[in-house]
């Protein structure tokens, strides 16, 4: 059964929320876990795949974009839905929607930012998954950490 963690930013600001998908994304692949990062705009995309090659100084993690990645076998794909004929251990849920297929995961991470309708659309979430019976934590994230 998936773990499902909501992280649930307290500050607005696009950087710190792209700086903490990209800690949260490393801690999980040095881990050891394979994680797909659902970002359903290109933009989105694009920018989260420089910033891993730079959000800290001496941070590896290999990764690309769905849209460019013939094979899908990088540890980090980046894009707006997962290729299943992959296995991913996490997603990383940046959309206001549920993924498709969510139960082929081990653990969803909703990363939630803080304005008030992305908050609603967690709200919604959370209750899909509860009543799916899926374990769920939440985790407030203050702006210095993220």
Known sequence: MARVDFYILDDGDAARFARFVCRL???AFTGGLRVFIRAPIAD???RLDDMLWTFRQGSFV???LASTSPTHAEPVLI???PA???NYDVVVNLADSIP???ERFNRIAEVVRA?????ETARHRFRVYRDAGLEIFSHKVESERA
């Open 115 to 119: 304005d008030v309708s992305s908050k």
């Open 44 to 46: 989105e995309q694009r």
């Open 84 to 86: 299943f004929d992959h």
């Open 79 to 81: 894009g707006e839905a």
């Open 25 to 27: 994304t490393e801690k």
């Open 100 to 102: 498709a297929r969510y």
């Open 62 to 64: 290999p990764h690309a």
